[in-house]
């Protein structure tokens, strides 16, 4: 008999995370496998598409309680064989394109992953109703905000990129088979991740490893653009902490700490040439024309899932310092 595992039960059950060869879900894969004493099952689902990488998980791959699973979250035969091997109490589903650049290019993948992605996981979960499903989106959902303000739970949906609208469909959709099929479902809102094993797309590790090859470092517009930052290991204990502690069917935003990408990326080469002993950096700064329908700010409100007892371990300035420690190392 099956039991809705973040109300009870969660450390002895059998978690599917999907997408976990990548940045963000292997980091979930690697924390709950070694800081929390879990004693159930994870199955790795993953397609390893260009972001996806094993190599993420090589510390724990040979753990009895990990098991991996090639193959894409749309078949229906594959999640079949994974529940029927251990029963699935829990989907953490961390499976997406996230490049807000390559979701302006090649919009397509982003519906076809993002959205008919996470339709699929619903309708297996839908005739397997005692799954707790967990979805992992965006701040981007909520459009861009002025120098004021910040993002809520209750904040509208106003996406501005191919990327965010796909999230914010997947979104609609995990809150509409929770209403009318009953399904047991949590969502969380994340600000901009950064860490060890980033993908280097994405503006902090593409910083890194262009300054370590002394090749320009392209910023968007004048830089002055907002995000919030959050070292990916605090994204996956806040996680954790929602599958815990969370309610079903409610909403949870993850924030970091906020920063310009101009001032994040000055602060980036002050710890790299610290750290290498390389000067004159800056140099290479490179402003760029804007992308189209950049968002200016994003900024979360974090009382919500403060108030189950989460709050982040890395500040910005140990973070960066231990992500370019694993860049430089993979790169020297």
């Keep these: 008999m099956r039991s809705f595992a973040?109300?009870?039960?969660?450390?002895?059950?059998h978690i599917l995370v999907t997408g976990g060869a990548g940045f963000m879900g292997s980091a979930f894969i690697r924390y709950v496998l070694e800081k929390e004493g879990f004693s159930g099952?994870?199955?790795n689902l993953d397609l390893l598409t260009y972001a996806g990488n094993l190599e993420n998980l090589q510390q724990i791959e040979k753990d009895r309680r990990y098991s991996?699973?090639?193959?894409?979250?749309?078949?229906?035969?594959?999640l079949k064989s994974i529940d029927e091997k251990r029963a699935v109490d829990v989907i953490v589903h961390f499976a997406a394109e996230t490049h807000v650049d390559r979701s302006i290019s090649s919009p397509k993948a982003f519906l076809e992953t993002n959205i008919l992605g996470t339709y699929s996981l619903l309708d297996f979960v839908k005739d397997r109703p005692n799954i707790h499903f967990h979805h992992i989106s965006t701040d981007e959902v909520y459009g861009a905000l002025g120098h004021e303000?910040?993002?809520?739970?209750?904040s509208?949906?106003?996406?501005?990129?191919?990327?965010?609208?796909?999230?914010?469909s997947s979104d609609h959709f995990v809150r509409a088979y929770a209403v009318t099929y009953g399904l047991s479902?949590?969502?969380?809102?994340?600000s901009n991740n950064y860490g060890p094993f980033q993908y280097p797309e994405k503006f902090i590790p593409?910083?890194?490893?262009?300054?370590?090859?002394?090749?320009?470092?392209?910023?968007?517009?004048n830089g002055e653009n907002l995000r919030e930052w959050l070292f990916v290991e605090d994204h996956a204990r806040a996680v954790w902490t929602i599958l815990n502690s969370g309610e079903k069917g409610e909403v949870y935003n993850i924030g970091g700490v906020e920063m310009s990408n101009i001032h994040l990326l000055r602060s980036i080469i002050k710890h790299?040439?610290?750290?290498?002993?390389?000067?004159?950096?800056?140099?290479?700064?490179?402003?760029?024309s804007d992308r189209p329908g950049h968002d200016f700010r994003y900024a979360i409100d974090n009382s919500k899932i403060e108030a189950l007892g989460f709050e982040p371990k890395w500040s910005l300035e140990e973070g960066l310092i231990e992500t370019i420690k694993t860049f430089r190392g993979a790169l020297v």
């Design 272 to 288: 790299l040439e610290e750290i290498s002993g390389e000067r004159g950096l800056e140099s290479l700064i490179t402003f760029v």
């Design 185 to 190: 479902t949590t969502i969380s809102h994340s």
């Design 41 to 43: 099952h994870i199955s």
């Design 156 to 168: 509208p949906y106003m996406p501005n990129s191919p990327y965010s609208a796909s999230k914010a």
């Design 68 to 78: 991996f699973f090639h193959g894409d979250i749309r078949n229906e035969a594959l």
């Design 6 to 13: 973040m109300l009870s039960n969660l450390k002895s059950s």
């Design 206 to 221: 593409l910083m890194i490893k262009n300054a370590f090859l002394k090749k320009p470092l392209p910023v968007y517009g």
């Design 149 to 154: 303000g910040v993002f809520t739970e209750t």
